[in-house]
């Protein structure tokens, strides 16, 4: 079957996900469940490690990865931040049994779109999935407010991720986007993604406010 954008029957576009979870029974579980249920949800591949995930050209399709976080060689957080870093557009949604404070900061700032625990009932991973895949931040109502709590204690932190920081480093040198693609090696629209994002974060919407922004964060 061809691996192009098939709708649904409501007419909506399928949501690509791929699934990374290094215990087979529960990997076949989760992939069993999700094609069981009548979403638009189309499981397009599940892998055992996070560098299966990485080497495969499947990647470029997906819409959402569903990661575990205790995966074995390269860990869920550093897949979910390889991944965001090559492909943006591919939202990843950490599921895992981890909810202590260094877990779920460090997925966070790797580039999660979200973070669900394993004991959450299917349709509640079912719709963190959607929502993932139309840009919101799904999180299991113990994590939601571990970082209402986190967010009170202390003031936000604005991280960027490596290659966020890569590209705003060249815009805050006057580079264009094609300039900063040719730099990094990486696609015109890859760098138009992270320039969204890198905006966002910051709050900002010019290459200048970018670089005074870098000024003041080195003092």
């Known amino acids: 079957m061809a691996l192009g954008r098939l709708p649904n029957v409501d007419g909506k576009r399928q949501v690509r996900i791929a699934l990374v979870e290094d215990h087979e029974g529960t990997r076949v579980a989760l992939r069993d469940t999700l094609r069981g249920y009548p979403t638009r949800i189309e499981v397009v591949a599940a892998f055992a490690d996070g560098e299966s995930l990485l080497r495969s050209s499947l990647r470029r399709l997906l819409d959402v990865a569903v990661v575990d976080l205790g995966l074995p060689g390269l860990s869920g957080g550093e897949t979910i931040r390889a991944l965001s870093a090559e492909l943006p557009a591919v939202h990843c949604v950490a599921l895992t049994v981890f909810e202590d404070e260094e877990s779920v900061l460090d997925v966070m700032r790797a580039g999660a779109y979200g973070y669900l625990l394993k004991d959450e009932p299917d349709e509640r991973l079912i719709s963190a999935i959607e929502e993932a895949a139309v840009g919101s931040h799904p999180l299991s109502s113990r994590i939601a407010g571990f970082l ?53 974060k910051l709050d900002v919407g010019s290459k200048k406010e970018v670089r005074l922004w870098l000024e003041r964060r080195a003092g």
Request: aromatic letters at 4%; charged letters at 30%.
């Open 148 to 200: 209402i709590a986190e967010a009170r204690r202390s003031p936000p932190k604005i991280v960027l991720t490596d290659r966020e920081e890569q590209v705003a480093r060249a815009l805050a040198e006057g580079a264009s986007y094609l300039e900063c693609a040719d730099r990094l090696g990486i696609a015109l629209g890859t760098v138009q993604d992270h320039v969204k994002r890198i905006y966002r």
